[in-house]
């Protein structure tokens, strides 16, 4: 359980409220094929859904600097075209969020996939009017890790007059959880995504389900 009653909650995309695979694994293939590198079998490329992608292309791939940022742009090219809207709301997202949402638990989407397509895929499946921002990485802004996105998340739901003093994140990896906790907020690791089950290593409570998840928060929203 949260120790606290949480403020706001900061949720992860990919892997989170949606199954993003098949677009990011075309997408993946198309980009590293344009730069002669190998397609990893889907055991690895499940690991690429949700850390920054040209972190994934130098460090789990091996890729040099130069030709990760050019993977990087094939892949964002052909992630806009095709990939970005092959994807779909795991069952009992649309629910969980107009639950929480009735409970007047204002949430955000902090995620490390681009912005402006985190905002097409969440305007795609109709999830916006549940949440008060998306807020994903940004080239132009500087904005490059997921803790630079929980921290302009932030800044953007406390813009807007709410209660930012007890925040909570919920994602699928534990990049997600790490980058929380640097931040000095708590997570909850789901476990319907594609992390793994020792990635809750740091999270303060785990689900396997949307309607686990809504039966912590809320049960920690109402009694305490």
């Known amino acids: 359980m949260p120790p606290v009653t949480p403020t706001c909650l900061l949720l992860d995309l990919d892997g989170t409220l949606v199954d993003s695979a098949p677009g990011i694994f075309a997408s993946v293939a198309t980009a590293l094929r344009s730069v002669g590198a190998g397609v990893p079998d889907t055991r690895v490329l499940r690991t690429f859904v949700g ?106 739901l406390q813009g807007r007059g709410l209660d930012v003093s007890n925040p909570l994140m919920v994602g699928d990896r534990g990049y997600d959880v790490d980058s929380a906790t640097a931040e000095g907020i708590p997570a909850i690791h789901v476990l319907w995504g594609y992390g793994e089950a020792d990635e809750t ?15 912590i928060l809320l049960d920690e929203t109402m009694h305490s």
Request: charged share 25%; net charge neutral.
């Open 51 to 156: 850390p920054p992608m040209y972190e994934t292309f130098r460090h789990i791939v091996g890729l040099d600097e130069p030709t990760a940022r050019r993977a990087l742009q094939v892949y964002r090219t052909a992630y806009a075209e095709k990939g970005a809207l092959d994807s779909r709301p795991y069952d009992g997202i649309p629910a969980l969020l107009d639950t929480l949402a009735e409970a007047g638990l204002p949430m955000a989407v902090a995620t490390s996939k681009v912005e402006d397509q985190a905002e097409r895929i969440v305007r795609h499946h109709g999830l916006e009017s549940r949440l008060v921002t998306v807020c994903g990485t940004s080239d132009a802004a500087g904005r490059e890790t997921k803790r630079a996105v929980i921290k302009e998340c932030l800044t953007r």
């Open 201 to 215: 290593a740091g999270a303060i409570a785990s689900a396997d389900s949307p309607q686990v998840l809504a039966k």
